[in-house]
């Protein structure tokens, strides 16, 4: 039995090592394979995510992010904070490059960040962050939640040194 299991282990990391060292495109070198996909508008990314583990891990990579800055290829989006009636803050993102122009809604905010008031944001890269804010009756946080554009997610990051 033990010397079974011990072949499972060593197939499943052989077909990681697979995955890792097959090409991006067969039949194309991976430099070609990162020209030609590096010129996908950002809008499709998602999309691109979904064609394999290795498409996902290129386009959550910093090479890709690299290579498309290198090349100029790079989007500017535009990220807006907005509060409801309600006072709930929701964050939007726009593409300025696209013909039909709307702001489409950046999910999965903390919803424990929701309520704050005077938060601050910053967008650095792929990442758009959030910063500090007042808590209802708790007061100034030092707390930074972090949104990666290319994983799609929210992320707590490293606390600021002071609240504010």
């Known amino acids: 039995m033990e010397h079974i299991d011990k072949g499972k282990e ?56 690299c290579y498309r800055r290198k090349h100029k290829l790079d989007e500017t989006w535009i990220y807006a904070l907005c509060k409801d009636k309600s006072k709930e803050i929701f964050c939007y993102v726009l593409d300025p490059t696209d013909p039909i122009r709307y702001w489409k809604l950046v999910g999965g905010l903390p919803p424990h960040i929701s309520k704050r008031e005077g938060m601050g944001f910053e967008v650095l890269g792929n990442k758009l962050f959030l910063l500090g804010g007042c808590r209802e009756f708790l007061g100034s946080t030092n707390e930074v939640y972090s949104y990666d554009a290319s994983s799609n997610c929210w992320a707590q990051a490293t606390s600021l040194s002071t609240a504010r």
Do not use: Q
Request: glycine share 2%; aromatic share 6%; net charge negative.
């Open 10 to 65: 060593s197939s499943n990391s052989d077909n990681e090592v697979e995955a890792t060292n097959s090409p991006i495109i067969c039949g194309l070198p991976d430099d070609i394979s990162l020209m030609c996909l590096a010129r996908i508008p950002r809008k499709y990314h998602s999309v691109l995510k979904c064609v394999s583990k290795r498409w996902r891990d290129l386009i959550c990579s910093e090479e890709w992010l």
